[in-house]
């Protein structure tokens, strides 16, 4: 395997052999996170014909997993169940030279597994991505509160070496306009600065309000990449 250029061109894999090691599950040169922290799996560079097949045994038949960064075609057999193009952002650009004006925030209390419930019911109503029962694991997540009710929060998911990717961002329907989101994109933002590391993240890229609101705290495009998320063969050639 070709050594990733940087940290954040193959970010799943740099993070299941760097800082989340502790969740890989591996088979050859192909590591995923559990099934109920991370649909991502991560492939080596430039995968051949048998890092393929480790990903189709170590995902199961009939599975779909999440492919990020990906570059190139996935083999015969296997289904795109969906493909987006996305945009890579960093703080202040390739060094992160301080572009974000972060902040704690004196409302955003810290969320953990006992809030895993709401989190849930959150990221239902407002669909800002992969969260699954365990995500939660990954990182710090924070959390604002209206009358008892959780209604935006932010967090830390993938977690190349030096680099954190800010994530799950989202505000209840009924409490957007109020920079909500904002307020907690630059809190995470904070601890990940307080930790010596650089704060990145990943949107559609034609999500032009996130596009927009990224650029204005401060963000930088770094690069363009692709989502990915396959679904194995039911029927498995192994040899």
């Known amino acids: ?61 009939g599975a ?19 493909r987006v193009d996305g945009v890579q952002f960093v703080d202040g650009g390739d060094g992160g030279d301080g572009g974000l004006a972060t902040a704690p925030d004196p409302e955003a209390v810290p969320l953990g597994p006992a809030d895993v419930p709401e989190m849930l019911d959150l990221v239902g109503r407002t669909r800002p991505g992969p969260f699954l029962p365990r995500t939660v694991e990954l990182g710090t997540y924070l959390g604002i509160r209206r009358d008892g009710v959780l209604v935006a929060m932010a967090g830390e998911r993938l977690h190349p070496p030096g680099w954190t990717e800010i994530s799950a961002v989202c505000t209840d329907p009924a409490f957007r306009g109020e920079g909500l989101a904002t307020r ?56």
Do not use: K, Q
């Open 64 to 82: 779909e997993v999440a492919v990020p960064a990906f570059r190139g075609e996935v083999p015969e057999g296997w289904e795109v169940a969906w």
């Open 184 to 239: 907690l994109t630059l809190a995470v933002a904070d601890g990940i600065r307080a930790r010596g590391e650089t704060p990145f993240l990943h949107t559609g890229a034609d999500n032009a309000t996130a596009v927009r609101l990224y650029e204005s705290l401060g963000f930088r495009l770094r690069r363009r990449t692709t989502f990915l998320s396959v679904r194995v063969p039911e029927r498995l050639a192994v040899g």
């Open 1 to 61: 395997m070709s050594a990733a250029r940087h940290p954040l061109d193959n970010p799943g894999l740099t993070s299941l052999t760097g800082p989340h090691a502790r969740f890989a599950e591996r088979r050859g040169r192909v590591l995923r996170y559990p099934v109920d922290v991370s649909p991502w799996l991560a492939l080596p560079d430039e995968p051949d014909a048998g890092d393929w097949a480790d990903a189709a045994v170590l995902a199961g038949p």
